[in-house]
């Protein structure tokens, strides 16, 4: 994987709220934002500082993927998902920020039976984060977090885990990218920078969707609910709010519904099983 930049983790104390902007970039993690000019980021960035104190911060271990990225989500997202996704009229979006619930997987008979293919979504624009995840008839459960490039970045996940993401991406030439993760139930945490090329983010998402098995779509296994909370934007535009987005139902071939998105609120929505 090229244009990847990969830091120390902070060490074992490390406040960044009282940490120099010297320290903050040794370990690759986010300078403070101006609480005047960017009133957002700001009270994003103390809160995220404030709950991973004491967390311990991990170096990334990109593993190649093993299969590439399904495109199938996007061109029959009724199929393949469930969730929100919003479109900006008012300008790149440069952060989105969320948290999510992992769930527990019950196996869904169906096509030889071979494995359920699972995932929840996470996404600025062309980036993603997933938490991949598979149910054999025995139940047996895998679990691990990728990126867009169908990496996995070594922050260690299972199922009843809650995750946070905070994704950005610079509107420069290069297409910087930030991933900062972190799993709230172990408090472990990882940050990845690298320069992707793709162009300014106006469209933000979220949700669960399944994957192919034997070029088809998995059965979707069984999985009660999955809450996504926190949900947070920064646009140059308007405020910018996922849950104003649009929902989408997943179904089966023969029109019945798999999942539903429920909005709770202006920063959560669930998606339940059918």
């Known amino acids: 994987m090229t244009d990847v930049t990969i830091f120390p983790p902070a060490p074992a104390g490390f406040d960044a709220l009282t940490a120099s902007k010297t ?16 009133p957002v980021p700001a009270a994003l960035w103390e809160q995220r500082a404030r709950r991973y104190q004491g967390y311990e911060h991990l170096e990334p271990r990109l593993t190649p993927a093993t299969q590439p990225v399904d495109p199938t989500i996007a061109e029959l997202p009724e199929l393949m998902s469930c969730g929100f996704e919003l479109f900006s009229n008012g300008g790149p979006i440069t952060m989105f920020s969320g948290t999510w619930t992992v769930p527990n997987l019950n196996y869904t008979t169906g096509l030889g039976q071979l494995p359920n293919s699972y995932r929840t979504f996470f996404g600025l624009g062309f980036l993603d984060v997933h938490v991949s995840m598979s149910v054999d008839p025995a139940q047996n459960v895998t679990s691990a977090i990728t990126i867009h490039t169908g990496a996995q970045v070594g922050l260690p996940v ?34 990845v920078q690298m320069e992707t090329g793709f162009p300014p983010a106006v469209t933000i998402n979220a949700g669960v969707s399944r994957g192919l098995v034997a070029d088809r779509p998995s059965p979707l296994a069984k999985f009660g609910a999955v809450y996504f909370d926190e949900l947070s934007a920064s646009a140059s535009g308007p405020t910018v709010l996922l849950t104003n987005g649009t929902p989408t139902t997943m179904v089966d071939f023969d029109g019945t519904k798999l999942a539903t998105p429920v909005r709770l609120n202006d920063f959560a929505f669930k998606v339940i099983h059918e």
């Open 158 to 191: 299972r199922p009843g885990d809650t995750i946070s993401a905070t994704l950005c991406l610079l509107t420069n030439e290069t297409g910087t990218a930030h991933y900062f993760l972190a799993n709230q139930t172990t408090k472990q945490t990882v940050n």
């Open 23 to 38: 320290d903050l970039m040794r370990y690759g993690l986010p300078q403070r934002p101006d609480p005047r000019t960017q």
